[in-house]
């Protein structure tokens, strides 16, 4: 499977952007390593989503030999998996985190950003 590499930058003392720019279908994310970071997590999705586009978010703390799907800390307890634009918080913090693009078309171009407090 493709693998698209990330950008991470420090925004402010304690608080970093990762994003995952342009992931098309059938790509996951280069894994970034949050273990560092508190509870206070958000990634936001844009981008073109072609048709029946996905990306679910996913974390591992075996060194990325096993990925499960990560959760929001919503009511709901809903999946990380956007299949239109959109932001949400979660508390999980694995090891290792990475966006998985495991649906759409040639013209998927998903953007993940994920922002977290150290």
Known sequence: MP???QI???LRKKVVKTSWLALPNGNTGNPEAFGRYASRL???VT???GAAGSVTLEGSND???TWVTLFDNRGTGAALTFTTAGLRSFTDVP???RPNVTAGDG???LNVII???L
Do not use: N, P, R
């Open 63 to 65: 060194g990325g030999t």
């Open 3 to 5: 693998v698209t590499s």
């Open 95 to 97: 090891a290792l985190i």
């Open 47 to 49: 981008g073109t989503f």
């Open 42 to 44: 958000s990634v936001q």
């Open 115 to 117: 922002t977290g407090t």
């Open 107 to 109: 013209t998927t171009a």
């Open 8 to 10: 991470s930058v420090q």
